[in-house]
């Protein structure tokens, strides 16, 4: 997984500042100063805003992005078994399939109920007549969330 090294840094460093607020704090808890009770404030945030720094720079996975396919909007997704994704009316034949298998690849597992396996559809919607329109599947795809392979999102 890569690490997002400017919020690895920024973690690193608010560590250390809460490091130096909590000596602060406990020298000022020791010589009562007046300012002792918003030290302990100011250090947990600054404790909180560097866990928060560094976990999300562990855990950030940047998006996946794959030869010939464009950036689509994910329109319908149950949360479980079904996602869909809305194609662009003049979206080229050869761009479909990949466009197809970058939504597919950036999907994320966490939270969905469908025991791994998730169906993904590209479809467009045609105008039949006016004031009625209806929705056509270019394309369906099934990806199986448990099966990790190299280079997919997580």
Do not use: K
């Amino acid at each position: 997984m890569a690490a997002d090294p400017i919020l690895l840094v920024a973690g690193t460093w608010l560590g250390a500042a809460s490091g130096v607020l909590a000596v602060l704090t406990i020298a000022g808890f020791l010589a009562r100063w007046g300012i002792r009770f918003r030290l302990v404030g100011i250090t947990s945030f600054t404790a909180l805003l560097a866990l928060s720094c560094l976990a999300f720079s562990v855990s950030y996975n940047p998006r996946v992005s794959v030869p010939g396919a464009i950036q689509v909007p994910v329109v319908f997704d149950n949360g479980t078994d079904l996602v869909i994704a809305a194609a662009p009316a003049d979206l080229a034949a050869e761009a479909v399939a990949p466009t197809l298998d970058q939504v597919a690849r950036n999907l994320r597992g966490g939270g969905r109920g469908s025991g791994g396996e998730v169906r993904v559809r590209l479809r467009r919607v045609e105008a039949v007549e006016a004031g009625l329109a209806r929705p056509l599947v270019l394309a369906e795809t099934t990806r199986d969330l448990a099966a990790r392979s190299p280079g997919d999102a997580a």
